[in-house]
């Protein structure tokens, strides 16, 4: 690989998704992002976007080109888990997300709640939630939860994630709770189309009752709009 391309792909590979396409009869090298394609591998439409469903899908593979296999290595950043409130049901997810691969971040301006005894290993922030996104910049390869049932502390961060590249936002409460949150964004001037980002009530419909059955439906959610692409070519 030249450098200038090994170069570029750890700088895209740190801050966005990108996939290095190499000709596996040439050596011939180009790399893919969300916007670029630069290197010496020609590729054609249809090659491009089976390049962006690999990263799309979060999995390397060798693809059939009009000239031959390309093998197709994807560099995604980590994922990403905002949580907002520390509730009884955040401890028993964020060790479920942890597990499964991604880096949680808890927000909780309620110093009581928010506590390192209470959740040892997570990183964590007492800033509004207004405060505290900004800094984080959700994109693509987050996830961004609600769970306090606080339109105080709930909406910020909602509002935060609804303007982000975000690829799941949820959020935790009833029917009815969630028809006042979407009347409240609505008089904050998201359109519905927006608003029907949100996943709420949150989680899949499993029965779940307690806590930790709660975490479980929550996490099936989000890995399923993660994963909706290989679901979809399943079906």
């Not at 996104?133 to 994109?139: E, I, N, T, V």
């Amino acid at each position: 690989m030249k450098r200038a391309l090994l170069e570029r792909l750890l700088i895209a590979g740190r801050t966005g998704a990108a996939a290095l396409a190499t000709d596996l009869a040439s050596g011939a090298q180009s790399l893919v992002t969300a916007g670029a394609n630069e290197g010496e591998l020609a590729l054609g439409l249809q090659d491009l976007a089976q390049v962006r469903k690999a990263l799309d899908d979060d999995q390397s593979r060798t693809i059939e080109t009009a000239t031959g296999p390309v093998f197709v290595e994807v560099w995604n950043p980590r994922l990403r888990l905002i949580v907002v409130g520390a509730v009884h049901i955040a401890q028993a997810l964020i060790p479920l997300a942890q597990l499964a691969g991604y880096d949680v971040t808890l927000i909780d301006p309620r110093t009581a709640f928010g506590t390192l005894a209470r959740f040892p290993d997570t990183a964590l922030t007492n800033d509004w939630p207004n405060e505290a996104m900004p800094a984080l910049k959700p994109d693509r390869r987050t996830a961004i939860l609600t769970l306090t049932h606080d339109p105080k502390i709930d909406d910020p961060a909602l509002e935060a994630a609804l303007r982000s590249d975000a690829f799941y936002v949820g959020a935790l409460g009833s029917r009815r709770t969630h028809a006042k949150r979407i009347e409240r964004l609505r008089e904050a001037g998201f359109e519905p189309d927006v608003i029907a980002r949100i996943r709420g009530p949150v989680g899949l419909a499993i029965g779940a009752q307690t806590p930790a059955e709660i975490a479980i439906s929550i996490m099936a959610e989000i890995t399923a709009v993660l994963r909706r692409s290989l679901l979809a070519s399943r079906a």
